[in-house]
């Protein structure tokens, strides 16, 4: 019958729905669990508990120089990302202008473009200028692919923003910059923290672009990359990502309360499929 | 107050306002008399919003000149201009409370904080909302809402409130009554209001003068008697409350003012004061009369100026009120009358003969 035809549907979905997750967060489990495990090889069966791989990691100089390489690298990449993409919902809210469907979709792009290609694309033009790689190129291409999650976040606070409270500013005698200050920046300011937060969250993690784009100062995830090739540092890598991801997770959950703060403020249904994440 | 004797405060003069090829407003003149209840109507589309947005200086005309005050607004920001709004969305300020919302101009000005605190709780109080201060925007129904609106524009002290559609959005009880009370602060305060609404009955129980906007002209401007009982076009007849038209033909035209035929109550004759100047005599084929202007007469020797044999076709009993549809026996379309309901008069069942009365003052002459 159709009832239980649509019961049997619901438990293949639920099971299936169990697996995948399994699946993708499994292998992301295993990372405490290693970082805390007094063994230089990751095998099981565990041994006992320590935090000596931390401890490891506070006394690695180079680490510490990655660290502080990807935190100018981020901070950076999301000032720069949230500014233009704050112009950019802005202007794709308020105004009508020629081509301005196939302009948006060409800034939207990189959200679908594989990043070995936005590398590849952006190192040959750069390597053809004669401009040398560093933590500025990294950026250039961080930004690049974090403008348009910046975009996606802010257009919902700016496709929601009431332009009639604009006028009213303006109305009651203040000044374009006033109204900018009093009226605007508080209304979209949730949206404009969380999308600093999830770009910054993406160029913390970001590697392929990091990679390719970087002269001698490198960034975590590359640095990370080339302590894998000794075994004997597996544990501690483990450790760092260990604080990585308490770190997104973090940044993420704090971003899309910001995100849900900001609809909220204008009265807009915050929907889960709303988001990002 | 006597409105009609104060000084212009808005000057329109030839006012254009285009979109493209698309004319949303073509030359509108008005003058605005300072101290009076001014209401723009007409149908949605008609430009009434654009114009308003034109005086309130978030758009310029294409051509022609606004002045306010004596002042020409050409150039002028909106927030340099005397003038506030109460939007149709109200468009309170969502993360600010009640104060802060009204207070919102006042900190603009050279003002202290107990200064600009005194000022918002005295507007409060024009608008019933003493006390209200502190709560959260989200808070409000609709109907404070539109008074928050409205203190916030009028703690500004403007020379002209600009209001558009402020009542749309509320039921009908609530706007029924919010129509007297804006029009009884109106009246107390003496800050010249202009309207913008697409209800006829609000722009008549509301204004002292309305000028009723078609696809972006200014079809006619006048009191609401002078519109009701002398409107200009059959457009505007029967935009504004319900118009018989009866066929006529145009007969003579003399001292005694001009004659015409109805083809449906026979000769009549109105008086030069009752033929508006613009009208050419000799274009009239229409004349209108007003579903009161006609009454069904109890007997035959009930007085009346004038009558006519007719038959009832339809009834629609509105408690105080019937509305009969007559079919007058000398021809044209139905016509509606409107009877109170008085004692001793009861509902006429359809097929019902009837005599109808009227009067030569009641008939209106169109081309
Ligand atoms: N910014 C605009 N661009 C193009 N057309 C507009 C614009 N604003 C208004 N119009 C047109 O002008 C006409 C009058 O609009 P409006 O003044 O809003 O009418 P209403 O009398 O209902 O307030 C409408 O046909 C509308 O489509
Ligand atoms: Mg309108």
């Known amino acids: 019958m159709r009832g239980s035809g649509r019961r049997g549907a619901a438990k293949w979905l639920s099971v299936y729905a169990v697996t995948y997750m399994v699946f993708l967060y499994a292998p992301v489990i295993l990372l405490p669990l290693f970082a805390f495990n007094d063994a230089t090889v990751v095998a099981f069966p565990l041994s006992h508990f320590t935090t000596k791989w931390f401890v490891v990691l506070w006394q690695t100089e180079a680490l510490h120089g990655a660290v502080r390489n990807s935190l100018m690298v981020a901070l950076s990449t999301a000032v720069f990302s949230t500014v233009l993409g704050a112009s950019a919902a802005r ?29 590849v694309a952006l190192l040959v033009p750069i390597m053809q200028m004669g401009l040398s790689l560093s933590l500025w190129t990294v950026i250039a291409g961080h930004v690049l692919i974090c403008t348009p999650f910046s975009i996606a976040i802010l257009s919902s606070a700016f496709q929601g923003f009431d332009t009639s409270l604009e006028e009213a500013s303006l109305d009651l005698g203040e000044t374009r910059l006033g109204t900018f200050r009093r009226v605007i920046l508080p209304l979209v300011m949730p949206g404009i923290v969380s999308s600093l937060l999830i770009c910054f969250t993406i160029s913390l993690d970001e590697f392929i672009i990091a990679f ?39 940044l993420l959950v704090l971003a899309e309360w910001f995100r849900r703060r900001a609809a909220r403020r204008q009265g807009i249904e915050a929907s889960v499929t709303g988001g990002l994440v | 107050m006597a409105p009609g004797t104060n000084k212009g405060i808005i000057q329109l003069s030839d006012v254009t306002r285009t979109f493209g090829a698309f004319y949303a407003l073509r030359k ?157 602060l109106q009246q107390s305060i003496g800050i010249t209001f202009i309207l913008v609404t697409h209800d006829q009955e609000e722009a008549l129980i509301m204004s002292d003068r309305i000028a009723v906007m078609f696809e972006g002209e200014i079809a006619q401007m ?16 029967s935009f504004i409350g319900v118009m018989n038209f009866l066929p006529a033909t145009f007969v003579a035209q003399g001292d005694d003012g001009v004659t015409v035929d109805i083809t449906a109550l026979g000769r009549v004759t109105i008086r030069p004061g009752m033929v508006p100047e613009v009208l050419n005599p000799a274009t009239i084929d229409t004349i209108g009369i007003r579903p009161e202007m006609l009454t069904i007469l109890s007997n035959d020797a009930e007085p009346a100026e004038r009558s006519a044999r007719g038959s009832v076709t339809g009834t629609s009993y509105y408690g105080d009120m019937t509305y009969y549809t007559v079919q007058l026996a000398g021809g044209g379309d139905p016509v509606t009358i409107s009877m109170r309901n008085t004692a001793g008069r009861s509902v006429l069942p359809s097929g019902s003969p009837v005599t109808v009365g009227w009067g030569a003052e009641s008939v209106v002459l169109f081309e």
């Open chain 1, 212 to 250: 390719f784009l970087t002269g001698t100062d490198v960034t975590l995830p590359v640095y990370i990359w080339s302590q894998l090739r000794f075994p004997t540092k597996l544990p501690s890598i483990m450790a760092l990502g260990t604080i990585l991801l308490a770190l997104s997770v973090v």
């Open chain 2, 222 to 237: 006048a009191s609401p008697e002078q519109l009701y009982r002398r409107p200009r076009t059959k457009r505007v007849a």
């Open chain 2, 28 to 184: 509108i003149n008005a003058e605005i008399r300072e101290g009076e209840f001014f209401s723009l109507l007409g149908p949605s589309g008609c430009g009434k919003t654009t114009l308003l947005r034109l005086i309130a200086g978030f758009d310029e005309p294409t051509s022609g000149a606004i002045s306010i005050g004596g002042r020409p607004m050409a150039g002028i920001a909106a927030n340099k201009r005397p003038t506030n709004m109460v939007f149709q969305s109200y468009a309170i300020f969502p993360h600010l409370n009640v104060a802060e919302n009204v207070g919102y101009g006042l900190t603009t000005r050279k003002l202290s904080k107990a200064e600009i605190a005194a000022e918002v709780e005295k507007a409060l109080a024009m608008v019933d909302l003493q006390g209200f201060g502190g709560r959260a925007a989200h808070e409000l129904s609709g109907g404070q809402r539109q008074r928050v609106a409205l203190a916030r524009a009028l703690v500004m002290r403007p020379k002209v409130v600009l209001l558009d559609e402020p009542l749309s959005a509320l039921d009908k009880k609530l706007r029924d009554q919010m129509q007297v009370e804006l029009r009884a």
């Open chain 1, 91 to 119: 202007a794709a809210a308020r105004y009508r202008f020629p081509g301005k469907a196939p302009v948006m979709g060409f800034i939207m792009l990189p959200l679908v473009l594989p990043e070995i290609i936005v590398a």
